[in-house]
C-alpha cells in the first residue's frame, strides 16, 4: 500500500513526464511512417490518388510528406526544435484527413481517418505546449533560462534580506544613542525669536527698538509674493536695525510682535 502511494505521488509530481511520453512514442511513429514512405514512395502516390484530386499528387508534395515524417519525427521524438518540428507536419496532416481519408468515413472497414486525426489533433497539441523536460529543449535553453531566473530570485532575495539587517542596525543604535539634554536641545536648535544679536551698536549708547534711529525691517520670504499682490501678510520675523551703523539690533519672530509689525 505504501508502495502504491508512493508512486501516485511520483505520478502527480511528474505529470509532464506523461505528456513527454505521449510525445516520444508519436515522433517515433511518425519517424517511422516517413522512413517507410521514402523507401516506397509509390505508397504515398496511391494515397494521394485514391483522393481525386489529381493536383494534389505532385513529386513536391510526395517530397515534402516523407521528409516532414521523417525528419520532423525524429525531432519530435528527441524533443529538439519541438514547435517547428510539429509545424512541419500539420499541413501534411489536414491535407491526409481533409483530402485523403474524409471520404472513408468513421464507419468503414479498415479506414485510417480516425488515427489522421488523432494525429493531427496531438500535433496541434504539441505546438501549442511545446516540450517537456525530457527533451533537448529543456537542457539546451529553457533549463538555462530557469537557472538564471533562479539565480536572480535569489539575488534579489539576498538583497532585500540585506536591506532589512541595516534597518534592523540602524533602528538599534538609535536606541543605543543617549538622550540629548536640555541644555543640549537648546544648543543645537535654537528658535529664531531667541536669535542672538549684538547687543548695542558702534554709534555708542544705549539703542532699543524704540529709539528713533532705529527700524524696522519686516522679512517676509516667499509671503512676500502676499504683500505685492495686495494681500495682507505677516512677515516672518522682524529686524530693528540702527540707521547710522547698520547694525542689527535684535531679530524676533514672537508671534505678537509679527502681528504688531504686519501691514494693516
Known amino acids: 500500500m505504501a508502495t502504491t502511494h508512493r508512486i501516485i505521488e511520483w505520478i502527480d509530481a511528474h505529470r509532464d513526464v506523461a505528456f513527454d511520453l505521449i510525445r516520444i512514442y508519436l515522433g517515433i511513429g511518425l519517424f517511422v511512417r516517413g522512413w517507410f514512405f521514402i523507401l516506397d514512395s509509390s505508397a504515398v502516390m496511391g494515397l494521394l490518388a485514391n483522393s481525386g484530386d489529381p493536383t494534389f499528387a505532385s513529386a513536391a508534395v510526395v517530397h515534402y510528406v516523407a521528409l516532414a515524417h521523417f525528419g520532423g519525427g525524429l ?29 472513408d468515413g468513421l464507419l468503414a472497414a479498415g479506414q485510417s481517418l480516425e488515427f489522421s486525426a488523432l494525429v493531427l489533433f496531438l500535433l496541434v497539441i504539441i505546438f501549442l505546449h511545446g516540450s517537456g523536460r525530457l527533451s533537448l529543449d529543456y537542457y539546451l535553453f529553457e533549463r538555462k533560462d530557469q537557472q538564471a531566473a533562479q539565480a536572480a530570485q535569489t539575488s534579489l532575495l539576498e538583497s532585500t ?11 538599534e ?5 543617549p538622550i540629548a539634554s536640555d541644555a543640549d536641545t537648546d544648543r543645537v536648535q535654537m528658535p529664531p525669536s531667541a ?25 517676509y ?44
Do not use: W
Open 75 to 103: 525531432l519530435l521524438a528527441a524533443g529538439l526544435l519541438t514547435r517547428v518540428a510539429a509545424l512541419v507536419q500539420i499541413p501534411v496532416l489536414i491535407g491526409a484527413v481533409f483530402f485523403v481519408h474524409l471520404n
Open 161 to 171: 534580506r540585506e536591506k532589512i539587517r541595516e534597518r534592523e542596525r540602524l533602528r
Open 173 to 177: 543604535a538609535e536606541l543605543r544613542e
Open 195 to 219: 536669535r542672538a544679536v549684538p547687543e548695542g551698536c558702534t554709534c555708542g549708547g544705549s539703542r532699543d527698538r524704540d529709539h528713533p534711529r532705529v527700524r524696522v525691517e519686516r522679512r
Open 221 to 264: 520670504g516667499m509671503r512676500a509674493l502676499r504683500f505685492i499682490t495686495g494681500t495682507t501678510g505677516s512677515p516672518k520675523e522682524v529686524a530693528f536695525r540702527c540707521r547710522d551703523c547698520r547694525q542689527i539690533l535684535e531679530v524676533t519672530s514672537d508671534e505678537q510682535d509679527l502681528a504688531h509689525y504686519t501691514y494693516n
